[in-house]
């Protein structure tokens, strides 16, 4: 499924999502990038959040439905998807699942 993937520590400089809470901007970074080769010409950039528990997040639903679209919508980045894993130990199952939708 997976051509090679990192975990974001320490990569502040490399990759940081912006995210607007109220008016105040928040930088926030993913937990796992992975490029995964899903059947497309180009291979998939899905960011793996993994919270641990679902719960309303204005990261997530930032990501999900702002940054994803802006950067897909540039065409000059490849293409992106944005998976949340709540329950670590189903991670490869939730991946899975997503990527079949």
């Known amino acids: 499924m997976?051509?090679?993937?990192?975990?974001?520590?320490?990569l502040?400089?490399?990759f940081v999502i912006k995210d607007v809470h109220d008016v105040f901007f928040i930088s926030t970074l993913a937990d796992f990038i992975a490029k995964v080769a899903d059947g497309h010409d180009d291979l998939l950039n899905?960011?793996?959040e993994v919270s641990g528990e679902k719960r309303p997040?204005?990261?997530?639903?930032?990501?999900?439905?702002?940054?994803?679209?802006a950067?897909?919508?540039t065409g000059q980045f490849g293409r992106w998807a944005?998976?949340?894993?709540?329950?670590p130990y189903q991670?490869?199952?939730t991946i899975r699942e997503f990527l079949e939708k």
């Open 91 to 93: 991670a490869m199952s």
């Open 46 to 48: 899905l960011i793996i």
């Open 12 to 14: 502040e400089t490399l």
């Open 71 to 73: 950067v897909n919508n």
């Open 2 to 10: 997976s051509r090679f993937a990192c975990k974001n520590f320490n």
């Open 82 to 87: 944005v998976c949340e894993v709540t329950e």
């Open 57 to 69: 997040d204005t990261k997530m639903e930032t990501v999900k439905n702002l940054w994803v679209p």
